[in-house]
């Protein structure tokens, strides 16, 4: 017999298989370990229901999105706050500190380059969904 909706969402809320919490304003993101690879989610935790997710699912919310708001409200304190981050640890830093902590950022995760308009480093979620396509022989 087939899981129910909320027992799919239930296997990822406040998993291990949910990492990389983060919270920027009123939007909250991880990434997610599904069973066709790792997700990239986003979702509102207030006012209009928004989000994202760069899963195969062909319905929205995805069950990542749900399973990302309902660990939010079970767990606020646990996702780093990006706006706090930057108050205590940048804000008060030279201009060569920023530039040596953003050199060893891109280092460690290339595809940041796309923030900076560099070409060929553009957001490369539709390249990772044709891939994850090509995977499944879609």
């Known amino acids: 017999m087939g899981r129910n909706y909320s027992d799919r969402v239930a296997e990822y809320v406040d998993s291990d298989r949910m990492f990389h919490w983060l919270r920027l304003g009123r939007v909250v993101t991880c990434n997610i370990q599904g069973n066709y ?5 986003s979702a509102t935790i207030k006012g209009k229901w928004e989000g994202d997710c760069s899963c195969p699912a062909e319905y929205w919310p995805s069950k990542h999105m749900d399973a990302l708001r309902l660990t939010f409200q079970m767990r606020p304190r646990t996702f ?6 930057v108050k205590r640890r940048l804000e008060k830093r030279s201009q060569a500190e920023l530039v040596g902590i953003i050199r060893e950022m ?5 595809a940041t380059l796309g923030v900076l308009g560099v070409k060929g480093y553009e957001d490369d979620s539709e ?3 044709d891939v994850e396509d090509q ?3 879609w």
Do not use: M, N, Q
């Open 106 to 110: 891109v280092v460690k995760a290339p």
């Open 37 to 41: 690879g790792t997700y990239r989610t």
């Open 127 to 129: 390249h990772d969904e």
């Open 135 to 137: 995977d499944r022989g």
């Open 80 to 85: 780093v706050d990006i706006d706090s981050l």
